[in-house]
């Protein structure tokens, strides 16, 4: 997977790591540099040699720099486009889900895999680039060069070198599954950040903030902790490797000096040992950070994997919508389970060309799910539905749902103004036609505003009304003359005569129209109503014939309306 996002950088990503490459080849000539100044050009006092090989040494600096510099723009601009295709992809892999995919993964989790986890994703790329090849590029560097200024000196390095490994691993073996939980904690506390901003009002109304801040500040006091002994564990890591790294220093030194002594070794050569010696500690730091941000990336990566590896359960067909006289929505025998929780039984009925169908029915009866099957939100389990007279299936989604004008139950608007989110529904609405459809769905409180239908819409609709928001969706969906028409439980936030004006108009229209409600005053008038009782189909009729000959209808209706609307 990560070869298909890498691969339009691959160019990129290489000049980046042999610029790096490069830069830590040049920091490897520098102790030599050094070594040289002490043993030649002090020793010899000889300036000229001195001023000489202080100016390789800053031209080495300058183009190390500049190598770093270099290395750095590519590995940001291969990470960040890496990251970029990454995300748009995982935005379109979404996009294609079914509700049943959303509903697999959920949404907070959809939006932590998009951002957090791709950056982290991001970030080790960028590390990659940068840092796993430079470490071990320095620390086989130095083990040469310690190599070829003095072959018994070297054994130093290769005691000290797998001595600071171990020690590195050790702590990193028992930091690192704290470093995953603390990864986990974190989208915890970012999971009751969320929850606390989207429910904000309904806390306050509840007066929770006191539980909430407790449930947050556990959160996060948890995370504190899991901090607290991570960081109690690496502080273990500076002074064992400290202990080491002056060990085989305080070796070179003592080894060294009596080679100085014997004449077999100069003094620059042992500082330079000395620097590298250093050196291998440092890579070998760098080297367990790469590693803590590979691992966190392995946690990411499967979750980013999941997203994009999830193939939507509804195909798309390939036919058009064409006109058709007779039934326009059939279902035979169909029957609906989330994910083995049973929803909907053995439903058949049909709704013909014009008909206003009404679906009434207690709460979790499944009426909401019978209109999602429609516009193929979710796919039957069972049996089959037919849009006329074909199988649902050999539509092509964008064709079945372009001719469904759909109000779900939850009224969500977006960021913009009014025109903007009427235009969700006809791209190319007209003024004229958006002011139509607002009239039709009984929102002309829209042209008493200053901006008209070019008012503005906050984040979520928070500067309209629950009932001004249903009725926007509704012009929404009405803008698009569609054939068929649904409402589900869309009028609930309605006063009882803006609900009769609203049915009122919406009757004088000549299309489908499929009405989920509560209430049996918005559809007593129906041409046909559909009674459901725990996902089944228990009445199908007029108002009247379900009130001779289906109980759960009449005891609706009983509980609802007074003695003389009911007869
Ligand atoms: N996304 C989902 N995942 C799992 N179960 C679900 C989901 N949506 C609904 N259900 C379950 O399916 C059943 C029918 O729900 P549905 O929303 O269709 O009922 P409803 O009649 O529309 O209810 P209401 O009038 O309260 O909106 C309920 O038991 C509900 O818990």
């Known amino acids: 997977m990560w070869m298909k996002y890498l691969k339009p950088y691959r160019k990129q990503a290489i000049i980046g790591f042999l610029f790096k490459l490069i830069e830590a080849f040049f920091e490897l000539i520098v102790p030599i540099v050094v070594a040289d100044i002490i043993d030649y050009g002090i020793a010899a006092k000889d300036q000229q040699y001195i001023l000489h090989k202080g100016i390789l040494l800053f031209i080495l600096a300058i183009s190390g720099y500049s190598c770093a510099l270099v290395c750095q723009y590519f ?18 892999a979404i996009n294609a889900y079914d509700y049943e995919n959303i509903d697999k993964i959920g949404i907070p989790s959809l939006m932590t895999r998009i951002t ?76 009751i950040c969320r929850e606390n901003l989207a429910g904000i009002r309904v806390i306050r109304a509840f007066s929770k903030q006191n539980q909430e801040k407790e449930r947050f500040h556990q959160a996060t006091q948890k995370q ?70 590979y691992n966190k990336a392995t946690a990411c990566y499967k979750r980013v994997k999941e997203v994009l590896s999830i193939q939507p359960v509804i195909q798309d067909g ?102 903007d989110n009427i235009c969700f529904g006809k791209e190319d609405a007209s003024d004229d036609e958006i002011i139509e459809a607002l009239n039709l769905a009984q929102a002309s409180f829209v042209k008493e505003w200053k901006d008209g239908i070019y008012s503005h819409i906050t984040q979520g609709g928070h500067n309209l009304s629950g009932g001004q928001k249903q009725r926007l969706t509704i012009a929404r969906a009405l803008v698009r003359n569609p054939e068929l028409l649904i409402l589900d439980d869309s009028a609930s936030a ?41 996902g089944e189909l228990v009445g199908i009729g007029k108002h009247d014939e379900l009130l001779e000959n289906c109980e759960i209808y009449q005891q609706i209706v009983h509980s609802q309306l007074s003695k003389e609307v009911a007869s």
Not at 134 to 147: E, K, Q, Y
Not at 156 to 172: D, E, G, H, N, T
């Open 318 to 419: 390939l036919q058009k919508m064409d006109h058709h006289e007779g039934a326009l929505v059939t279902f035979d025998h169909v029957s609906f389970s989330y994910q083995g929780s049973h929803a909907l039984s053995d439903l058949s009925f049909s709704i013909e060309k014009g008909e206003t169908v009404g679906i009434i029915g207690g709460t979790g009866s499944g009426k909401s799910t019978l209109v999602n099957l429609i516009p193929r939100f979710y796919e039957a389990s069972q049996g089959q539905i037919y849009i006329k007279d074909r199988p649902i299936q050999n539509y092509s989604l964008q064709s079945l749902r372009q001719m469904i004008g759909f109000v779900p139950q939850q009224a969500l608007l977006f960021t913009g103004t009014i025109k």
């Open 116 to 191: 957090n986890d791709t950056n982290q994703l991001q970030l080790a790329v960028a590390m990659t680039i940068r840092l796993a090849s430079r470490s071990p590029f320095l620390i086989i560097g130095s083990l040469i060069m310690a190599f070829r200024i003095n072959v018994s000196m070297s054994l130093i390095f290769i005691c000290a070198a797998p001595l600071l490994a171990l020690s590195i691993y050790l702590v990193m073996s028992r930091s690192l599954p704290l470093y995953l939980k603390i990864q986990k904690q974190l989208d915890h506390v970012s999971l």
């Open 75 to 92: 590995a940001s601009k291969t990470s960040q486009g890496f990251g970029t295709y990454l995300r748009n992809d995982m935005f379109k």
């Open 494 to 534: 309605l006063d009882f005569a803006t609900d009769a004006a609203l049915r009122k108009a919406i009757a004088s229209l000549p299309q489908t129209t499929i009405i989920v409600s509560q209430r049996v005053s918005a559809i007593m008038y129906a041409d046909k109503i559909l009674v459901l009782s725990h």
């Open 224 to 293: 504190k902790d899991m901090q607290m002994r991570v960081g109690k564990l690496s502080a273990l890591l500076n002074p064992s490797t400290s202990v080491i790294v002056n060990c085989a220093i305080l070796m070179i030194l003592y080894v060294g000096s009596l080679k100085v002594n014997s004449g077999t070794l100069l003094q620059g050569e042992v500082i330079a040992l000395i620097n590298y010696m250093n050196q291998i500690l440092l890579s070998m730091f760098a080297f367990a950070n790469v590693i803590v941000i």
